[in-house]
C-alpha cells in the first residue's frame, strides 16, 4: 500500500480554477492507478476522476466531464487533478485513492481502492 496526502483545496468562487495535488510515498507509485472522489455533506462518495499506472488512459465523470482533468508525474510521485469552471455542486471534500494496476475498466468504485488520503476541502460559492 501507498499513503497519500492531498492538498491544494481551498475556497474558491464559482466559475473559479483549483488544482489538486496528492504526493504518494514509496518507490512502487507507477504499479498503482489512481482515482479521484469526492463527498459532499449528507451524500454517499462519489467517484470523480481515474488514472492509469502511466497516466495515458484517464476517465473522469459525466459531472465533470469538459473541467477537470486527472494528470500524474510518476517522477515525482504525485496526481493531480485540475479543476475549471467550477460550480457550487462542486463543493466537497476530495480524496485521492491508489489501487494496484490491474487495467480493470470502468465503472470504478470507493471499494476497489485499498489506500486513500485524508481528503482536501474543496468550497466553491456563488
Known amino acids: 500500500q501507498v499513503q497519500l496526502v492531498e492538498s491544494g483545496g481551498g475556497l474558491v468562487q464559482a466559475g473559479g480554477s483549483l488544482r489538486l495535488s496528492c504526493a504518494a510515498s514509496?518507490?512502487?507509485?507507477?504499479?498503482?492507478?489512481m482515482g479521484w472522489f469526492r463527498q459532499a455533506p449528507g451524500k454517499d462518495r462519489e467517484f470523480v476522476a481515474h488514472?492509469?499506472?502511466?497516466?495515458?488512459?484517464?476517465y473522469v465523470a459525466d459531472s465533470v466531464k469538459g473541467r477537470f482533468t486527472i494528470s500524474r508525474d510518476n517522477a515525482k510521485n504525485t496526481v493531480y487533478l485540475q479543476m475549471n469552471s467550477l460550480k457550487p455542486e462542486d463543493t466537497a471534500v476530495y480524496y485521492c485513492a491508489a489501487r494496484p494496476e490491474d487495467y480493470a475498466l470502468p465503472p470504478y468504485r470507493s471499494a476497489d481502492f485499498g489506500s486513500w488520503g485524508q481528503g482536501t476541502q474543496v468550497t466553491v460559492s456563488s
Open positions: 488514472i492509469n499506472w502511466s497516466g495515458g488512459v484517464t
Open positions: 514509496g518507490r512502487t507509485f507507477s504499479r498503482y492507478a
